[in-house]
């Protein structure tokens, strides 16, 4: 046992060897992984999947190694039992051979980039408790057919997760942890990995041809669809986003009434003092807390609002990468055509 | 575990059930990386992988394999045995994701069918109807990668079966998946980052103006009589550039600029979204002064 007069016992010193883990910079993930996502994805778009990401926690990298899917839950409320055998069937047959039995993360489908909900953050949340490092990755494959790997992982950021336990959303703390709507979630950099066996068969199958399948889709011209599509939600979210600033509005203009009221009330209560002092009397408080005036009002949570200008400003990124491709692509045509 | 008795099969002369199977199998790219992945996490003492394939069957004969899973197994000499309960499973657990892949056959690897190959293959024919032997060499012999697909047709004497014949059938290796991911990708021990928009613009860019100066130099090269012309290149080359609309120069003009208009409208709008986002922000948050 260690000696108390050594100032760190061996627990602590375990303990405080556990905290110091290197920040998370790097997911690297399995070409297995890659295409087993897109492919549960793509076959079951536009309906969102979700699924499970296996792998290991190796120092600043994290690494997925496999991944399975998860059935498409009813609403039924019975399949919740289901649905936790089927996790722990998988991951013991799974185990029986060989692939890593271990829980790194999950991975969810989306619809052109519409992702952050209050969902996603209580199951960060969830997972957080449970699990160390744990990171989420989205895969949308509506932008597939443009010859992108629309592929990100995620996470949220510390700080934005200790103020999320403490349910505390209101301006002041933001303030304080200079938390703006950009540190909530962090996006980590994917790298890809395959082993040597499977690089050796994909370097005899590469077809012969100089262009592939991916370039057809890149150089398509049309891309209004997509454009389109891309306007329509940034529209709604820009309307939700009005909503909240309404809400905000309304929470400012309350609080300065009251506030005016409260301050028109101390002058009177003051009055009364002064007068109850020139009569010998003794002087009321200068609080009341019965009275409604001086009840708190709650400050609406910055939460949503945060989440939409999130989605608003990966939207617009998305319409900025489209429309930059749009222009190379149509110059080529302008010189393609005057030859 | 359940457990089959090998027999040694040694064939003469026999008869043929009838004419070439008319079947022909497709893969998707994510069965031979999920096989590759398996032989690599194999038990140290296994010699080969062997697990089942799952897809689904067209109406023409067509059986296109689309997901596969291991099944853990014990070759020795003379017995083979093959862990049934984890097979049937993880194919439950496989069909409640996607209900409509169901058994096509079974896959190991290794070159070649081997005689503890047709007890299995025996055992996947009372799951389904015609089963898919699929071999993937992952040893290299023959310094190449081989994949085959095998159905196989019992040889009959009389009423004793005698042996298993296994006939190879055409493969296609539909990689278009693979290829809409990117070969860089998959092709490579390890990539540093997914290439993002403008990156994969560029790289697709490129690759299509070296085609089009291979094809200009090829040209040049029939002109001057250097390489023989081959006429059906040349039909294609016409066709290639024939396809190109035909506008006037006015008419495309004015598309174009429709275009870029559209395009630098949106940009200027998503800069301008920015801006407001930015701007709600710090009102947002901002002190409040009472």
């Known amino acids: 046992m260690a000696n108390p007069a050594t100032g760190r016992s061996f627990l602590q010193a375990m303990t405080s060897v556990e905290e110091v883990a290197p920040p998370l910079r790097v997911v690297q993930m399995e070409g297995l992984a890659v295409l087993k996502i897109i492919k549960h994805c793509k076959e079951f778009s536009p309906a969102l999947v979700t699924g499970q990401l296996l792998g290991l926690d190796v120092g600043s990298v994290l690494e997925v190694t496999n991944c399975f899917p998860f059935p498409t839950r009813e609403e039924d409320e019975e399949l919740e039992a289901d649905g936790a055998n089927y996790q722990l069937e998988m991951m013991r047959c799974l185990r029986e051979v060989n692939v890593d039995n271990n829980t790194v993360g999950w991975y969810q489908s989306t619809l052109l980039g519409s992702f952050q909900t209050a969902e996603l953050i209580e199951t960060f949340m969830n997972y957080q408790e449970n699990i160390r490092r744990c990171v989420c990755i989205i895969y949308d494959p509506s932008r597939s057919n443009q010859g992108v790997v629309a592929l990100k992982a995620l996470r949220l950021s510390d700080s934005f997760m200790d103020l999320y336990r403490s349910n505390n959303f209101n301006g002041e703390k933001l303030r304080e942890k200079k938390l703006s709507w950009v540190n909530v979630f962090e996006e980590i950099p994917i790298k890809v990995s395959n082993s040597a066996l499977i690089s050796a068969f994909m370097t005899e199958l590469e077809p012969d041809s100089p262009v592939t ?127 | 575990m359940a457990t089959a008795a090998a027999t040694s099969s040694k064939q003469t002369v026999l008869q043929y059930p009838g004419a070439a199977p008319s079947v022909s199998a497709r893969i998707h790219p994510v069965v031979l990386f999920n096989i590759c992945d398996a032989f690599v996490r194999r038990p140290d003492q296994a010699g080969r992988v062997i697990g089942t394939l799952l897809g689904s069957t067209s109406s023409d004969g067509t059986v296109e394999i689309k997901n596969s899973y291991v099944v853990p197994h014990n070759e020795s000499a003379d017995q083979v045995a093959l862990d049934i309960d984890y097979h049937h499973n993880m194919f439950v657990s496989h069909q409640k994701v996607n209900p409509k892949e169901v058994i096509v056959g079974w896959f190991s690897t290794g070159f070649g069918v081997s005689g503890g190959s047709s007890l299995i293959h025996e055992f996947y024919s009372r799951e389904v109807q015609n089963p898919i032997h699929l071999t993937v060499d992952s040893g290299f012999t023959n310094g190449e990668a081989s994949i085959k697909a095998y159905v196989s047709a019992s040889l009959t004497l009389g009423d004793r079966q005698l042996a298993a014949h296994f006939q190879e059938i055409p493969l296609d290796m539909r990689l278009i998946e693979a290829e809409r991911v990117g070969f860089d990708l998959l092709k490579n021990t390890s990539v540093d980052k997914i290439p993002n928009d403008l990156e994969g613009m560029e790289s697709s860019m490129e690759r299509l103006y070296t085609l089009i100066n291979d094809v200009y130099k090829y040209v040049d090269d029939v002109v001057e009589g250097r390489v023989q012309g081959d006429n059906n290149i040349g039909r294609f080359i016409a066709e290639a550039l024939a396809s190109l609309p035909k506008l006037s120069p006015t008419a495309f003009d004015k598309v174009f600029n429709d275009k870029i208009q559209d395009n630098l409208s949106l940009v200027y709008l998503s800069s301008l979204t920015r801006t407001q986002l930015s701007i709600a922000e710090k009102l947002n948050t901002a002190a409040q002064i009472l």
């Open chain 1, 213 to 339: 399948q991916c370039d057809f889709d890149r150089l398509k011209l049309s891309s209004a669809p997509f454009m389109e599509r891309n306007l329509e939600f940034l529209i709604e979210c820009m309307d939700d986003l009005t909503a909240e600033q309404n809400k905000f509005q309304y929470y400012y203009r309350n609080l300065s009434r009251q506030q005016a009221q409260q301050q028109v009330w101390l002058q009177k209560r003051r009055q009364e003092n002064m007068q109850r002092k020139a009569a010998g009397e003794e002087p009321l408080p200068e609080e009341d807390p019965s009275n409604p005036i001086f009840k708190p009002i709650v400050e609406p949570s910055r939460l949503d609002s945060y989440l939409i200008t999130n989605q608003i400003s990966n939207y617009c990124n998305q319409v900025n990468g489209a429309a930059g491709q749009g222009f190379s692509k149509l110059y080529l045509m302008k010189a393609l055509h005057e030859n």
